[in-house]
């Protein structure tokens, strides 16, 4: 005989007359806020991102803002401050954009989900860098004080690294879904000439084909690679790789961003915030100076995120995995 099922208890929304706040021990105020530019904690938040466990550029304030109008339908602020996060002098120690949702995998599961969407590939929450562990014990201490789903989906977390141990050191449950590995260039630690091999341990035949690929690449002109850093080339290099990928399969499908100017209009806004910081690249490919691939970088301390990519696709020279390996 089956052992019946044991179902989740139904989940009964708290009234959202008033925001949320609630005391946890230690002093600190869990709250539940809507993603609002003029709220007077922003300034708050964004001192946490800068000394957050995790660097995380997509939910830092000025990146997450700029995405709301986009992509924030029904997201909130969980946040974890040493006081309401209204008041004056308010410090952050936590803060995690989400969505309440009742059902979860065909179930009646209600849990809070990390906000992702296709501009924000990384769901690690914000976690005060000086007292981490009673931040991330704070964090998920917040929503049963609340009157909220006990259960934290955190979509995009990192399976490794500093927050993925501070979990284990905590003895936190955690489940990975579809645990994978994120692709990784990194050539920071190595010497001149480990660089230049850094390709060898592909196989001959595919060193080969990249090998024509650039040779194919140069015939059509000199190819030239430009990092630009520079905020004032920025509007200029997103008009031109919002042309680039309209002029792709992505314009015949219209899936492109110049065929969704909301979400264009979030990527220069993101762009734009980021730039105020430094904390964002365009990458540019040219043939001839004819531009033929761009990438945009959000950077996360020493690392950067490939956020958009276009290419042309007329020629499969200039397709993004060969025009990037062999530029």
């Known amino acids: ?109 209600p849990v809070l989900m990390g906000w992702t969407h296709g501009y924000a590939p990384l769901g690690v929450p914000l976690l005060d860098g000086e007292a981490p562990a009673p931040a991330l014990a704070a964090l998920l201490a917040a929503p049963q004080v609340l009157g909220e789903p006990p259960r934290l989906l ?7 690294g500093p927050f993925a141990d501070l979990l284990d050191q905590a003895g936190t449950r955690r489940v990975g879904y579809w645990a994978h590995q994120r692709g990784m260039l990194d050539a920071s630690s190595l010497s001149e000439a480990e660089r230049a091999a850094y ?18 690449l140069e015939a059509g002109g000199e190819v ?9 080339l920025f509007p200029a290099a997103l008009d031109a790789h919002i042309a680039l990928e309209a002029a792709s399969w992505k314009g015949q499908v219209g899936t492109a961003l110049a065929q969704r100017p909301e979400e264009a209009a979030m990527l220069r806004g993101a762009v734009a915030a980021l730039a105020q910081a430094g904390r964002v690249r365009i990458a540019q490919l040219r043939q001839g100076g004819r531009l033929i691939a761009s990438m ?4 996360a301390g020493r690392d950067a995120f490939v956020l958009k990519v276009a290419h042309d696709d007329t020629d499969p020279a200039a397709a993004t995995g060969c025009s990037w390996s062999t530029g």
């Open 224 to 232: 030239t690679f430009t990092l630009l850093a520079e905020p004032a």
């Open 199 to 216: 390709l060898d341990h592909l196989s001959g035949n595919r060193r080969r084909r990249l090998r024509r690929a650039r040779r194919r």
């Open 296 to 299: 945009v970088l959000p950077l």
């Open 1 to 109: 005989m089956t052992a019946p099922v044991a179902m989740p208890e139904p989940y009964t929304p708290q009234p959202r007359s008033a925001p949320l706040s609630a005391p946890l021990p230690g002093g600190l105020v869990a709250a539940i806020r809507p993603l609002d530019p003029a709220a007077p904690w922003v300034r708050a938040w964004e001192e946490l991102g800068q000394r957050a466990l995790v660097t995380n550029p997509f939910y830092e304030a000025p990146y997450a803002l700029a995405a709301a109008p986009s992509f924030g339908a029904g997201v909130r602020m969980l946040l974890v401050a040493d006081r309401p996060p209204e008041e004056p002098g308010v410090r952050l120690v936590a803060a995690w954009p989400h969505r309440s949702v009742g059902r979860r995998w065909g179930l009646p599961l």
């Open 154 to 160: 955190l979509q995009n977390a990192t399976a490794d």
